[in-house]
């Protein structure tokens, strides 16, 4: 029974240890907590978000510097969401959707 009772906390522990991290809740040590999120990046996040809440990936990526397509894919995987969403693999943001379809149309000689 002893044994059970360990395995059952160990395994809470660790469900507990991957769950996801919204950005618009997070305090300072659960953005610290997700790898790839330093004290400079929580300090932008956190500064931004006195503004307004994240709306989204998009918005996320816009408003924080240092934070892009595939740096927004590892955060994702490592338990970071923007208002329970994670980051789409193969999405593109917004603003980098824009560089590129400007590279297209652009007249070629």
């Not at 659960?30 to 503004?51: C, H, M, V, Y």
């Not at 193969?90 to 297209?104: F, H, N």
Request: aromatic share 6%.
């Amino acid at each position: 029974m002893f044994k059970k009772s360990i395995a059952c906390l160990l395994s809470l522990f660790a469900a507990a240890s991957f769950a996801a991290v919204d950005i618009n809740t997070a305090t300072v040590a659960d953005l610290d907590s997700i790898k790839g999120i330093g004290p400079g990046t929580s300090a932008k996040i956190l500064e931004e978000r006195k503004a307004s809440p994240f709306k989204n990936w998009d918005d996320l990526i816009q408003r924080v510097p240092g934070i892009g397509g595939k740096r927004a894919v590892k955060l994702s995987s490592e338990g970071l969401t923007v208002n329970g969403d994670t980051f789409k693999a193969g999405m593109k943001p917004v603003a980098e959707k824009k560089a590129t379809d400007k590279k297209a149309t652009a007249p070629t000689k």
